[in-house]
């Protein structure tokens, strides 16, 4: 051998980031290594399908896909993973300062208990115009500072809080202007079956191990990673594809950087979840969520994922964030708030027939559903947070500094580090740089 | 007009009493309807009179401006709680923490046992020490400790600050300032606060939504009022004051600092028990458990009851909306340290994540000092004070006094330097060479 033996990647995390670098690294010749803590691979992209009438299913977490995910609608692609038809949550018209115009003409929404009708809706619309010409937003304003600022009327600054709720699933204190100001598409896709099938698909063929929490990670001239139930594995370089807020339960040794740790601590997670339903009157359901229904309640955001089966029960999803997540811990009272939403949009009580919770602030293995970096902030975030270490490479959505928080700043991720490590040049062993060159050079 | 403060908890109500004494036109508005921000005493739950503290608990040796206040304003100290003593080799660390009471997986750990955890923790923190923002969890799993030493360590992230071990950097618990030699008010906490209010002017159930800056003033606009002030003090919870307008809007670098400041997220459990001298014998002075209930600690009252305190971090378990569950959990505790069911009188759960005008326990001091420099700067004539703010003591009631302090003497400097400009400068003439 004229290389040194390499060990493989050791991968920690199957999710969409980690899967995409190990999937790449593996179609590069590279061997890889996945150790996943769940039982399942996915991360925060799993699919509920057990118990829903009709074969349906639902996304526990990330699902939403716009046009400018180009690295994973290539990705999708590239593996025959469907992506179901658009929808339509928004439309912009000319002359619009802000894309929340664009949803008041297409979604819902509920403030203070009453659900808006087009006339109100159309209001609040020409009062955030207004308001945006008056009051303009500063580049790093946190939401709910410019609402008062602005001095919004109480439904307005409702509709407000409601989506940049549903941008972000952080409280509108928690996040600045540019998720309510910046440049949305307001079509979105999902892929079908549930986005959990691009991790299947990631992971088909890969050396994929589940049930293997990573506890201890030493990182020296190769790396040892130790995992819960006292097996070793040995690697030449690390991936740590966990989400931002359990980084920081893994044992790396030496220990992360003082400058990553304080970056990761000081993100705000999104204390979120999802609470879903399926009702027996799909199609009033369905025609009732049109699109979405947002609102400054508890639940900050509704919608139908799954449009295309007509005559058949429909799935709600809601998402319970911030402030509002409370409710998630008693699923009876949860479920309650939510058939009450479902109720208000149609007009009368529906029957549920099936209900499924996954709080990701409560599970261990997240603690978050995802973090929405201040615009201002958000590429020293990224870089620091992204930076090589100790043969030690950050991928994850929180680490793309454009895309940080979606399924597509978790792919792209993936990619970059496996470029990353594709670049290391490989060791030589001794013998090679004796033969071919000191000894060349000594002849 | 003069100072308009916002927010009468300790910082607040210390930064109003220092321009007072002054001389100073103060003004303090207050969201809620209770003096003492964090501090609060519920002298309604508990039964015979007994005050349950709902916030803050206990003033610590070392925290010499509150100590000097209580002296100063004759508020009592009682009981004295030492939760553990120094060691193992004579020293207090993180390992200190463990030689105290303690319940792991619902049962009372042995002092043998204690002893043997807190040598193994105190070798490890020697060995490999932590760096100070390192996760407690991450050192921890860094260092390998048993399954028993692990548990205990991370419990105390639930105690100070309050939050989940997987959050919480180690600077909160090693070497440890808190717990060593403590003093709970006998009165309730918020007795500082009340004796601090005295004789100034504030006005409860004044939520501040907007400070706008009108020439060389600042216009402050509450839900029903609005007041005029050369200088305004903001002392609101870091996530409180992300709730407040500014116009002009707050600069890029306040703003950063105010997001990249998360707040713990947890409450208070307070149960009152009978037989209060035999779950002293047992559980007293303080207890730490790997439960949902971090640590506990207690105060004897009249009648052979006890008042058990304990702190709470939210794990999504949804135990601190659940004030029965919650009690069962805190009744288990004891039991497993007297090793009978203790009667309970009374409780009361306060999850202060919940609350409008806090959204949180304490600040998480992340980004160290740079970041809590750019919390404390003024900006014109805005300052900022509260836990957060303070170099010395953040997350504390002697923080948040300090900070207070500290602000009130910029806005008196600022007063100072305008009097000096304004009095006739000597004249100075140059004369050509």
């Not at chain 1, 190769?222 to 690390?238: I, K, P, Q």
């Not at chain 1, 990619?415 to 060159?437: C, G, M, N, V």
């Not at chain 2, 947890?266 to 790997?290: A, F, H, N, W």
Request: aromatic share 6%.
């Amino acid at each position: 051998m004229l290389l040194r033996d390499e060990a493989p990647v050791i991968v920690i995390g199957a999710g969409l980031a980690g899967l995409t670098a190990a999937r790449r690294l593996h179609d590069a010749g590279t061997s890889v290594v996945v150790l996943e803590a769940a039982s399942v691979v996915g991360g925060r992209t799993l699919t509920s399908s057990a118990g829903w009438s009709g074969s349906q299913y639902a996304n526990f977490g990330g699902e939403l896909i716009d046009s400018s995910y180009r690295a994973l609608r290539a990705l999708c692609d590239e593996l025959s993973v469907e992506l179901a038809a658009p929808q339509v949550y928004s439309r912009v018209a000319e002359g619009d300062l802000s894309p929340m115009e664009g949803y008041l003409r297409v979604a819902r929404f509920v403030v203070d208990g009453h659900l808006l009708d087009r006339q109100e809706a159309a209001r609040a619309g020409d009062e955030l115009r207004a308001a945006a010409r008056a009051t303009p937003p500063a580049h790093h304003e946190i939401v709910e500072q410019w609402i008062r600022r602005a001095r919004l009327s109480t439904i307005t600054a409702g509709v407000v809080r409601a989506l940049a709720r549903f941008f972000t699933q952080l409280d509108p204190w928690d996040c600045d202007v540019h998720f309510v100001f910046g440049a949305h598409s307001g079509s979105f896709q999902r892929i079908h079956g549930g986005t959990q099938q691009l991790a299947f698909a990631l992971a088909a063929g890969l050396d994929v191990r589940c049930g293997k929490q990573v506890v201890r990670a030493l990182r020296g001239g190769t790396v040892r990673v130790v995992t819960a139930d006292g097996e070793e594995f040995e690697g030449s370089r690390l991936v740590c594809a966990v989400g931002p807020f359990v980084v920081n339960n893994i044992g790396f040794d030496p220990p992360l950087s003082e400058a990553k740790v304080m970056a990761t601590t000081s993100m705000l997670p999104a204390m979120a979840g999802k609470v879903m339903a399926q009702y027996a009157e799909g199609d009033l359901v369905r025609s009732a969520f049109g699109s979405l229904v947002c609102t400054d309640g508890d639940i900050d955001v509704a919608w139908v994922s799954v449009t295309e089966q007509d005559g058949s029960p429909a799935i709600v999803t809601s998402f319970f964030a911030g402030a509002g997540r409370g409710p998630m811990a008693d699923p009876g009272t949860a479920l309650a708030q939510l058939d009450d939403l479902v109720e208000q949009a149609v007009g009368h009580r529906v029957d549920r027939l099936h209900s499924d919770i996954k709080d990701w602030w409560a599970d261990p293995l997240q603690l978050g559903v995802t973090i929405a970096p201040p615009e201002n902030a958000r590429s020293q975030i990224s870089a620091v947070v992204s930076a090589v270490e100790h043969k030690t490479h950050f991928v994850g959505d929180y680490t793309d500094a454009p895309m940080a928080g979606t399924l597509e700043g978790a792919v792209r991720s993936g990619l970059r580090a496996a470029e990353e490590i594709l670049r290391q040049q490989p060791t030589y062993h001794t013998d090679f740089i004796t033969e071919r060159l000191s000894r060349a050079w000594a002849q | 007009m003069g100072t308009v403060i916002i927010g009468a908890g300790i910082a607040g109500l210390f930064t109003a009493r220092r321009l007072h004494d002054a001389g100073e036109d103060v003004v303090v508005l207050e969201a809620t309807q209770h003096i003492g921000g964090r501090t609060r005493g519920d002298r309604e739950s508990l039964l015979h009179g007994a005050v349950a503290d709902l916030g803050a608990s206990f003033l610590d040796r070392g925290q010499d401006r509150l100590l000097a206040f209580c002296l100063e304003q004759g508020l009592a100290l009682s009981p004295e709680i030492r939760m553990f003593p120094k060691g193992p080799s004579e020293k207090y660390s993180g390992a200190s923490i463990m030689l105290g009471n303690l319940v792991l997986r619902g049962r009372a750990v042995s002092e043998e046992r204690r002893a043997e955890l807190a040598v193994e923790v105190q070798s490890a923190l020697d060995a490999a020490p932590p760096t100070p923002a390192e996760t407690i969890a991450a050192w921890g799993a860094r260092v390998g400790l048993s399954d028993d030493a692990y548990r205990a360590y991370v419990a105390q992230a639930g105690f100070n600050p309050v939050h989940r071990e997987t959050l919480t950097s180690s600077w909160h618990v090693h070497p440890g300032d808190i717990g060593r030699l403590c003093w709970v008010l006998a009165d309730s906490t918020d007795a500082i606060a009340h004796a601090a209010a005295r004789g100034l002017d504030v006005r409860v159930d004044q939520p501040v939504r907007l400070i706008s800056r009108v020439g060389r003033s600042y216009r402050v606009v509450t839900d029903n009022d609005e007041l005029v002030a050369d200088d305004v003090v903001v002392t609101s919870s870091v996530t409180a004051t992300r709730c407040i307008g500014f116009d002009p809007v707050l600069p890029a670098w306040k703003t950063e600092a105010l997001l990249g400041t998360p707040m713990s997220q947890g409450g208070k459990i307070i149960g009152q028990y009978e037989d209060g001298s035999r779950i002293l014998d047992g559980v007293g002075p303080s207890t730490m458990t790997d439960s949902p209930i971090s640590m506990f600690w207690l105060r004897r009252t009249a009648h052979d009851l006890v008042t058990v305190l304990g702190v709470m971090p939210d794990t999504g378990d949804g135990l601190l909306d659940d004030q029965s569950g919650a009690l069962d959990v805190l009744d288990r505790q004891i039991a497993a340290m007297t090793g009978t069911t203790p009667r309970r009188l009374a409780g009361v759960v306060y999850n202060w994540t919940r609350q409008e005008f806090f959204g949180g326990v304490v600040s998480l001091g992340t980004g160290g000092a740079a970041r809590r420099a750019a919390l404390a700067a003024s900006i014109g004539g805005l300052h900022f004070a509260g836990e957060a703010t303070s170099d010395h003591w953040t997350t504390a009631m002697e923080g948040a006094a300090l900070s207070g302090e500290r602000a009130a003497d910029t806005i008196l400097l600022k007063r100072r330097a305008r009097q000096n400009s304004a009095l006739p400068r000597p004249s100075v003439s140059l004369q050509g060479s």
